[in-house]
């Protein structure tokens, strides 16, 4: 075994203090070290999308990260996005659950992290704008139409407001 | 499908940087977004004994106009923020182009354009961009740095002109000449993922309309960036007309590129096939925004 080192890191607002490996992938610490297992490891090359996380806000792979690379960084898992699941869900899976955006699910940790961020910078967006932000996401399941459907629907439950749509 | 053990430093200064490499050289790896690098390490088609994590290095960090107008990215500059910065869009429109190109959001979230750079990828976009922009790249070791031209800097498959004790500081993408035009085309499978075959132009034009210089580079295939010299050379002198502009893709497709390689998804006469095309809407576009565009 190589040399082993200790790191903190923020997750969901909880801190976490582990001694790893630097070659641990920070999917692997959040799965492993952390018992976070929502965020789901697909390929483990960068293409699927199944681990993405947000990495300081910013949506990011986790299987193309080291964990020791996250050491007085902040990750938000799909855990963080519903504290409060199962009684109380983000819009955003709510929407999923009602358009019918998911099927077997492995994808969907990863489609909401990528969509969460998106939707706040894009509170209306057009298909063809979704379409471009989830292509770096693979399902084997939807065929993608009711995922675009559920972006769509998030968007108007997260912004009620037409007038508001378009002004954020 | 895990990487195999390494030594990791974090250091925070360019003279670490190079100082942790003039120690470990040959052994040691540098790791920027780690969007190439990590995949084959978890493959373990690479297995270096060290890795040098730029990340923390700020002073790499920064995107800024140069001297003479042009744009200069520091080894920390990430795809994300060249897609979304107005300087980049100001004075470098080509590479804020190329940005949506590569990869994903995710992806262009942590990965820099200094590391496209020195990665090499021959289905890459920016090596092709600095190649037809006549770009530099800064090579800095300790001791001092050079600057490499993009011509020299790639030499193949994966590899660049860059010592193995060097770290690629920043990279320069000089300003567009008056009435100039530049333009980016690639097909790939699916938005995001690496391109089949592209083609990046960049042409000027003199107040009657003639050519004066016209620069078509592409990627995807072959070993590297491919300068159409013959092409460009075509074009030089006389008016870019409709039929000139598809002679010179044409002879870019016969004569400028090697045999393009073929894969499961193409094979190598779709690819020469995508050059032509690829290169002729690219020479087009260039030369109806240098036409356009009084700048
Ligand atoms: C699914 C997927 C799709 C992609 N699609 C595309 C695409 O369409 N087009 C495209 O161009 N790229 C694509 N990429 C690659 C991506 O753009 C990488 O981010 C980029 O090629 C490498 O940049 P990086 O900062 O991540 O470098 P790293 O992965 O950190 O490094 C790559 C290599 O360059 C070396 N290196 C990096 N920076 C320096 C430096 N400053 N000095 C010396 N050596 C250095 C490293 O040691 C390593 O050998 C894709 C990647 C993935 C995972
Ligand atoms: S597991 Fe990370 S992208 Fe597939
Ligand atoms: S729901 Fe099964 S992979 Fe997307």
């Known amino acids: ?46 293409v699927c999308g199944a681990c993405t996380v947000l990495f300081d806000g910013l949506p990011v792979r986790s299987c193309l990260m080291f964990a020791v690379q996250a050491h007085g960084h902040e990750v938000t898992t799909v855990e ?21 955006g998911l099927q077997c699910g ?57 007038s508001l749509r378009e002004t954020r | 499908m895990k990487p195999a053990p390494f030594k990791y430093h974090a250091p925070t200064t360019v003279d670490e940087v190079v100082g942790l490499l003039a120690e470990h050289g040959y052994d040691a790896k540098i790791l920027a977004g780690g969007q190439s690098l990590i995949p084959t390490m978890n493959f373990r088609l690479a297995q270096p004994a060290v890795l040098i994590d730029i990340n923390a290095v700020s002073e790499l960090a920064y ?23 107005r300087l980049v869009a100001e004075v470098a429109p080509l590479v804020h182009a190329t940005m949506p190109l590569i990869a994903h959001p995710q992806i262009r979230n942590r990965g820099t354009l200094c590391g496209s750079l020195a990665h090499a990828d021959p289905a890459s976009e920016l090596p092709a961009v600095l190649v037809a922009l006549q770009g530099r790249v800064r090579a800095s070791r300790q001791g001092g740095s050079r600057w490499i031209a993009a011509e020299e800097f790639f030499q193949g498959i994966f590899t660049t002109a860059l010592e193995p ?28 993922d690496f391109a089949l075959a592209g083609a990046v132009a960049v042409v000027q034009v003199d107040e009657g309309g003639t050519c004066t210089a ?30 000139r502009i598809a002679d010179a893709a044409a002879l870019a497709a016969n004569n400028d590129v090697p045999t393009p390689h073929e894969d499961i998804h193409a094979s190598s006469a ?20 240098a036409t356009a565009e009084e700048r």
């Open chain 1, 106 to 162: 492995f994808c969907t940790p990863g489609f909401l992290m990528t969509l969460v961020p998106f939707l706040e910078q894009n509170p209306n967006p057009s298909d063809e704008e979704i379409r471009e932000a989830i292509a770096g996401n693979l399902c084997r399941c939807t065929g993608y139409q009711h995922i675009v459907s559920a972006v769509k629907l998030a968007a108007a439950k997260m912004h009620p407001d037409p």
């Open chain 1, 80 to 100: 963080g996005l519903a504290p409060e699941a199962p009684e109380r869900l983000h819009p955003l899976q709510e929407a999923f659950w009602e358009a019918h």
């Open chain 2, 63 to 85: 995107i800024k106009s140069n001297g003479d107008g042009g744009l200069r990215v520091g080894a920390l500059a990430r795809h994300a923020e060249a897609e979304h910065s």
């Open chain 2, 165 to 192: 004790d060097e770290l690629l500081a920043e990279a320069a993408f000089p300003p567009l000449p008056s009435r100039s035009g530049w333009a980016i085309q690639e097909v790939a499978r699916r938005h995001g």
């Open chain 1, 1 to 46: 075994m190589s040399e082993q080192m200790t790191i903190r890191v923020t997750i969901n607002g909880k801190a976490y203090e582990r001694t790893v490996e630097p070659r641990l992938l920070l999917s692997d610490f959040l799965r492993h070290e952390c018992d976070l297992t929502g965020t789901h490891v697909g390929c483990e090359h960068g």
């Open chain 2, 270 to 289: 779709y690819r020469r096939h995508l050059v032509e095309v690829l290169g002729r809407r690219a020479l087009s576009q260039a030369f109806a925004r």
């Open chain 2, 214 to 243: 016209a620069r078509l580079v592409f990627f995807g295939v072959g070993e590297g960036p491919v300068l159409a010299r013959q092409a460009g050379a075509a074009l030089v002198g006389a008016e870019p007309t409709e039929q």
